[in-house]
Nanobody
Framework: QVQLVESGGGLVQPGGSLRLSCAASLSNFGIYAMGWYRQAPGKQRELIAAITSGGTTSHVDSVKGRFTISRDNAKSTLYLQMNSLKPEDTAVYYC????????????WGQGTQVTVSS
């Protein structure tokens, strides 16, 4: 059974930084592409950053240059470094396999809330 625990969210002022972590109890974590998703109020959950098993990364345009996804396969942990945060980054952030079609059923964690506000 997949268990994903996100942490590191909080309240931050515009321009600030946060580092999110995702501890994954996922067999053979290192072989899977993983991603960070976010869901803002009233919006659908979207994939914003992904990393392949080999470490190749991709980021959506809205976070490119500000957010960086990384992984530590030895620790089965996924990270998201978020810099230059904007109010529109306010959302609940989740980790899971990428892309969305690869997400196992009933595998979403509770997420971590990120609020960007002055």
């Amino acid at each position: 059974q997949v268990q994903l625990v996100e942490s590191g969210g909080g309240l931050v002022q515009p321009g600030g930084s946060l580092r999110l972590s995702c501890a994954a109890s996922l067999s053979n974590f290192g072989i899977y592409a993983m991603g960070w998703y976010r869901q803002a109020p009233g919006k659908q959950r979207e994939l914003i950053a992904a990393i392949t098993s080999g470490g190749t990364t991709s980021h959506v345009d809205s976070v490119k240059g500000r957010f960086t996804i990384s992984r530590d396969n030895a620790k089965s942990t996924l990270y998201l470094q978020m810099n230059s945060l904007k109010p529109e980054d306010t959302a609940v952030y989740y980790c899971n396999r990428a892309p969305l079609a690869a997400v196992p059923s009933r595998s979403w964690g509770q997420g971590t809330q990120v609020t960007v506000s002055s």
